[in-house]
């Protein structure tokens, strides 16, 4: 399994990025996915979370209702749409995938991990 995180970048508090994690030998029609944000000097935590029969999802209270987390079965992809971004968004973020079709906010229950993409907010 690999998954390949892309489109991270620098932006302008306001501004909006979309995160890409293109999967390989990991279909997205079961299990669930997440994305993790990880800032200098601080701990691995929970954005967002799907599980992909029912497509329930999980966001963190930091980030309801400005990112969207969805998944493209055809292009095997998961996405993070992150809008009004704030100088505290500024992080690491990684997508994960786990096997089993629950929703998880702990880094710790996922297996699969992308290689993190640099999302910096200038204030």
Known sequence: VQLQ?????????????TLSCAASGFSLDYGALGWFRQAPGKGREVVSCMRLRGGDTFYANSVKGRFTISRDNVKNTMYLQMNSLKPEDTAVYFCAARNQPIISTSPADFIYWGQGTLVTVSS
């Open 5 to 17: 995180a892309s489109g991270g970048g620098l932006v302008q508090t306001g501004g909006s990025l």
